[in-house]
């Protein structure tokens, strides 16, 4: 079957053509088990891949090797492919698995919830699981960071909180003001202040916005004097998309101190960043300040869920939506607070306490950090930076577009265009071939390698990742980059 067939029974077809249709002849399409789906072989699932979901999407994986990979199961830091290979998971699901893959803790809570066939939909009835999760957000965010909507995704949980801003901020002050490479999602709403032109395509998005250098306080200040237009703010604490970029910690008390002055509302994009990745529950609070709205995603559902949830402070909450003629503007949508995403949740963040997870970011994500320095020192010329908090660490290469051999150019673009120079995408794809480890890139910066590892991560494993990068690099990039080539056209 080639991937582009669509395979139906006769019956099936017969059924479509049939002029009355009596309920006796409503034949089941020809579909996929589940048991079938756990035993599909790597071929038939590029297939389908191909034909039902993102057949473009599949040359990124060649370049990178995973389309050979089939994952039958996952544990803790490592994913186990078909041939039974470990492969040790510094991608973490870009920060969605901050306790690892398949907790037991998790698990266990979501298998005693569905033995005692509990209530799902939130939406009739108000629901014990929904209220106890945002009590327990609201018990964790600082000031009165205490208002909870509940979605099933970043992306959602930031429309919330640019709407909640729009509401509060008031009619004459509808200007939002965003960050150069920022990254808020690819709905509709937040891809008006996403920064990347892949994204953004031709959409016809809102223009009320302003884009202002990430970190420039100056910049800012410009917008908010030249502009009283401005009602809100939204930065990522620090960007993940953008190549792991951090602001200083000055630069967060003057925008407070800036949109107190202003009264600008400040939007603090966590969905990357928090959850205890950078070593604090929110990055924010490395800086000892507290936002007017913030969003959690990703990790929050535990690796297991789709958890996300946008929080603000009671006083915007109120003048948003604090009657009852506007309560329902912002009523959770049909999935906001599912009962077993919920209690997934309340266990994350048991979890992440109990174990002390949110200091192991900080403590061993220290020690990650240090190591990758010394290696930076190691291989000057081939490493650019180091940088990040806690388990969010970008490594930056240098780029290598102009100073690759001339023979290598015209092979590696032909591979393809946006890895020229690039050599993230080759040291990615090694890592994982000859070392069974699987790390991320960055959305603007494909010179950035992105560390997002489970919170989980011992010093053995960031030992293991160091060591092998070590190797690889103690190659040369000449060797790298020929060996990459290799594979491609193998
Ligand atoms: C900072 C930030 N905001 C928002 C989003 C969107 O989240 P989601 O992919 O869950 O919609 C992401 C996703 O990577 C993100 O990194």
């Known amino acids: 079957m080639t991937a582009m067939t669509k395979p139906k029974t006769d019956d099936a077809r017969a ?12 034949v089941k399409p020809a579909m996929i088990s589940v048991e079938e789906s756990k035993a599909m072989d790597v071929a038939r699932m590029t297939d389908l891949f191909k034909a039902h979901l993102n057949p473009g999407q599949l040359h990124f994986m060649k370049l990178l090797g995973f389309h050979k990979i089939k994952i039958e199961t996952a544990e803790g830091m490592f994913y186990v492919d078909q041939n039974g290979r470990r ?32 209530h799902e939909i939130a939406i009739a009835f108000m629901s014990q699981y929904a209220a106890a999760l945002a009590h327990n957000l609201a018990q964790i965010a600082p000031g009165d960071l205490d208002m909870v909507f509940l979605g099933s995704s970043g992306s959602e949980a930031m429309e919330a909180a640019i709407k909640i801003a729009e509401r509060a901020a008031g009619p004459k002050r509808p200007k939002v003001v965003y960050a150069e490479n920022s990254f808020h999602g690819k709905t509709k709403g937040v891809l008006a202040i996403t920064d990347g032109q892949l994204y953004r395509g031709e959409f016809k998005l809102t223009d009320n916005t302003v884009r202002v250098p990430f970190g420039d306080i100056d910049a800012i200040e410009r917008a908010f004097k030249s502009d009283p237009e401005i009602g809100a703010i939204v930065l990522e604490t620090i960007q993940g998309g953008g190549g792991i970029v951090q602001a200083p ?26 959850v205890g990745r950078s070593g604090r529950f929110f990055a924010f609070e490395h800086y000892g ?19 996300a949830a946008m929080i603000a402070k ?50 061993t994500g220290d020690y990650l950090l240090n190591r990758l320095q010394a290696l930076q020192a190691k291989y000057p010329k081939i490493i650019k930076d180091v940088r990040g908090k806690g388990f969010m660490i970008g490594l930056e290469f240098h780029d290598f577009s102009q100073t690759l051999p001339m023979v290598l150019r015209p092979v590696v673009s032909m591979l393809d265009d946006k890895l020229k120079g690039s050599l993230s995408g080759f040291v990615g794809a090694l890592l994982l071939r000859d070392y069974d480890v699987l790390v991320a890139f960055t959305e603007y910066n494909r010179n950035v390698i992105r560390l997002l590892p489970p919170l989980i991560c011992q010093r053995e494993h960031a030992d293991r990742l160091v060591d ?20 491609q056209v193998k």
């Open 15 to 26: 059924v479509v053509n049939a002029p009355a249709l009596s309920p006796a002849a409503i």
């Open 87 to 118: 492969i040790l998971d510094f991608f973490g699901g870009f920060g969605s698995l901050a306790l690892g893959h398949n907790h037991k803790r998790i698990i266990a809570a979501r298998e005693k919830f569905q033995d005692e066939k509990r």
């Open 249 to 274: 910690a000055e630069f967060w008390q003057k925008l407070r101190a800036l949109c107190d002055q202003y009264g600008v509302l400040w939007v603090a994009d966590e969905v990357q960043c928090g």
């Open 289 to 307: 300040v507290v936002p007017d709205v913030t969003a959690v995603a990703k990790s929050l559902g535990g690796g297991k869920s789709a958890m």
């Open 314 to 363: 009671r006083d915007v909450y109120m003048k948003a939506y604090g009657t009852p003629k506007t309560a329902m503007i912002h009523a959770a949508a049909t999935f906001g607070g599912i009962g077993e995403a919920s209690i997934t949740a309340i266990e994350t963040l048991h979890v992440l306490y109990d174990e002390g997870l949110i200091e192991n970011a900080a403590v």
């Open 468 to 487: 092998a990068m070590d190797s690889l690099l103690g190659r040369g990039i000449v060797a790298i980059v020929k060996d990459f080539v290799k594979s």
